[in-house]
């Protein structure tokens, strides 16, 4: 933009001749004011501020006066901007020159101030305005509230009322949003009664701030009606609408009234399609957040960053890879490989779908990092059971003064659980209040788990008798993981009737307690848990695996047979069932708690999900590449045992991503070392 100022400066120049008559020069004055007004004015638009105050510089030096309009201008740039040192030297520059700062000028310093959070300047110039407009009230409002500083933002609202100043409808939605945060319904509905008695709970604006609100807490049903009560109803209504249903996990409802606004002669615009995508991302429905993703594009609708850091997470749910690169040269060719957010969706996409080492290539790559950046690394590298690269991370997270927060130690403490490195954890631990942080039921269930995988069954027993906060379901459910993979049987009772006080009706962990019993050989034990599961009507969650193949994610279910290829996967698994036993696999069934024979038994094993993936990806793959697979289980004790004899056989790497972390299956080995 330097360029455009020189420019500039040389046509004012020329323009200067070295005499002039005084009609002349009040023409020429008048040029220069009229295209240096239209410099500033549009690159104020552009966001150009250091180039806009360069052109308000030499205004100045020419002698030609600023008006107000143009002061407002900078001022308004430079709040929506958030550049308070731009401002305050917008705001110096009035003072040199003994610009007149009415009341106009006055509200639009507090508004620039307050929106860039400098509320010390923002509150002295308000202070010092008499005969305050709502613009003034209405901008410490908005600051307060868009801050995070929610309690002034409604004092502010109560000292604004009790002056006789009346609110307008500029007013009302930055206080509910204070409302919302403060998560105070009973303030929510006192407002509401105030915007009926004001006449404005029609106005469009307020109607949506009402309907986000209400959806904040999860009153959709107010929300409806606030929405079904508009005579008048636009784009940003309707969005509110479904962002609100889409927020709630009411996926389908937002659908319909996503359909319904086009049946209203309303085109859904790149908020209403990122609302939509967003909630189906964020509920469990990746596969159809993509889905839409497809349809939005075919809309002519081109995606932005908050599409991108929807769906990309969609395809690390679902290990798209091929999804995930083509999102990534999408990135690429919007010039967005230096945001951030973008950034660290990406890593975290690579890394779920197997590929660390090109995370870890992006993660160097970054200009700058945030906290958010480095934990998606670290817990990248846990993952992986990549242990020790994720605490040499961490140090050079500390090196950098990049501020670790409490996910930061969560993923530090889960790396450490899955790479066995106990002395590491308490470490990692004792460091968490040195930061000013609280250590929460995650951090206490991540140090159980870590001493529960280590064997240290009872030290992990002790470490929740003292902890200094009730242990939940979860953190008892990592002790009673660590009993079955130990076989105590008795601390695995003790445990289990925690868990049953807690969480009654979760099938998973009477499972797991079964498996106890079985690999114990207490088959009375057995029979107790499976009439109990019997007797309450509980159902076990499937085994399911799935595969991208061709840009198509595949789905498998324990013994499934939906597949249009399943005659083919089965004859595959047939042929490795008859070369895995050649090479010396025996198949372990303990954990088979059907009343079947040992042959029955081995049927059943061949036919979990990961081993149905498998050999669909044998059968649908070029031979030598890499075989992706994601479970939404634990991984058996057999299939682990099974894909190391596969990976050897068929020569491929076999990569599976389990709940709890990734194993890289090749030439027999485990990346785990068998220890998960």
């Excluded at 606030?226 to 996926?251: H, P």
């Amino acid at each position: 933009m330097a360029s455009a100022i020189r420019k500039t400066t040389t046509s004012i120049a020329m323009k200067m001749p070295t005499k002039r008559s005084d009609s002349e020069s009040q023409v020429s004055t008048a040029i220069d004011l009229g295209t240096c007004l239209i410099d500033i004015g549009s690159m104020c638009k552009r966001g150009q501020l250091n180039e806009a105050l360069g052109v308000l510089h030499q205004m100045n030096q020419k002698g030609i006066s600023v008006d107000f309009n143009t002061y407002a201008s900078l001022l308004q740039a430079c709040g929506n901007g958030k550049a308070l040192t731009q401002g305050k030297q917008v705001h110096a520059h009035m003072l040199k020159y003994g610009v007149e700062i009415n009341l106009f000028l006055a509200a639009n310093l507090v508004s620039m101030y307050a929106n860039s959070g400098s509320f010390v300047d923002a509150r002295n110039m308000f202070d010092k305005i008499s005969g305050r407009s709502v613009f003034a009230w209405n901008a410490m409002i908005r600051g307060y509230a868009i801050h995070g500083n929610c309690e002034e933002a409604l004092k502010f609202y109560r000292q604004m009322e009790t002056e006789g100043m009346v609110p307008d409808k500029f007013t009302f939605p930055f206080v509910l949003k204070a409302c919302a945060a403060l998560q105070s319904l009973t303030h929510g509905f006192e407002i509401h009664r105030c915007i009926v008695k004001s006449g404005l709970e029609s106005d469009l604006f307020v109607g949506s701030a009402l309907i986000d609100m209400y959806s904040k807490f999860g009153r959709m049903d107010l929300a409806r009606t606030v929405f079904d009560k508009m005579s008048q109803r636009d784009v940003v209504l309707w969005t509110a609408m479904i962002a609100g249903y889409a927020q709630n996990g009411s996926c389908d409802e937002a659908c319909k009234l996503f359909h319904q606004m086009g049946d209203a002669n309303l085109m859904p615009n790149i908020f209403s399609w990122n609302a939509l995508i967003a909630g189906y991302a964020q509920h469990g429905f990746p596969a159809e957040a993509l889905n839409l993703l497809h349809q939005m594009q075919v809309a002519g609708m081109r995606p932005d960053m908050v599409t991108l850091t929807s769906v990309l997470p969609a395809c690390a749910h679902l290990a798209a890879l091929q999804q995930g690169k083509e999102i990534h040269d999408y990135v690429i060719r919007r010039g967005l490989e230096s945001d951030v957010i973008v950034v660290s969706a990406l890593i975290d996409m690579y890394a779920k779908c197997g590929i660390v080492k090109f995370a870890r290539h992006l993660f160097d790559r970054m200009p700058r990092r945030d906290v958010v950046s480095w934990n998606s690394m670290i817990l990248a590298y846990g993952m992986h059971g990549y242990g020790k690269d994720a605490l040499v991370l961490f140090d050079l997270m500390q090196q950098a003064n990049a501020k670790p927060n409490r996910i930061t130690f969560i993923n530090v403490l889960s790396a450490c659980s899955h790479a066995g490195l106990l002395d590491e954890g308490f470490g990692c631990f004792g460091m968490i209040q040195d930061y000013g942080i609280t250590p929460s039921l995650e951090h206490y269930a991540c140090m159980v788990d870590l001493l529960g995988r280590a064997g240290r069954l009872d030290e992990a027993h002790d470490f929740i008798k003292r902890m200094p906060v009730q242990p939940d379901v979860d953190l008892w459910g990592a002790l009673l993981g660590a009993c079955k993979i130990y076989c105590n049987v008795e601390l695995a009772e003790t445990v289990a009737e925690h868990i049953f006080q807690l969480e009654p009706d979760d099938a998973g962990y009477y499972v797991m307690l079964s498996n106890v019993y079985a690999e114990a050989g207490r088959w009375d034990g057995v029979a107790k848990v499976r009439s109990i599961i019997k007797g309450r009507g509980l159902k076990k969650m499937p085994g399911c695996s799935w595969i991208e193949v061709n840009n198509t994610v595949h789905d498998f279910f324990v013994g499934g047979k939906s597949h249009p290829q399943s005659e083919t996967i089965y004859e595959m698994l047939e042929i490795l069932s008859g070369q895995m036993k050649e090479a010396g696999y025996v198949p372990d069934t303990r954990f088979v708690l059907h009343d079947v024979d040992e042959k029955e038994k081995e049927a059943i094993l061949r036919g979990h999900s990961e081993r149905l993936a498998i050999a669909f990806g044998l059968i649908s793959t070029r031979p030598g590449t890499p075989i992706r697979i994601t479970k939404n289980l634990r991984v058996c004790v057999d299939c682990h045992h099974a894909t190391k004899f596969i990976s050897t056989i068929v020569n491929r790497e076999i990569i599976v991503r389990d709940k709890n972390r990734f194993h890289h299956f090749k030439d027999g080995l485990c990346s785990c070392g068998d220890y998960w």
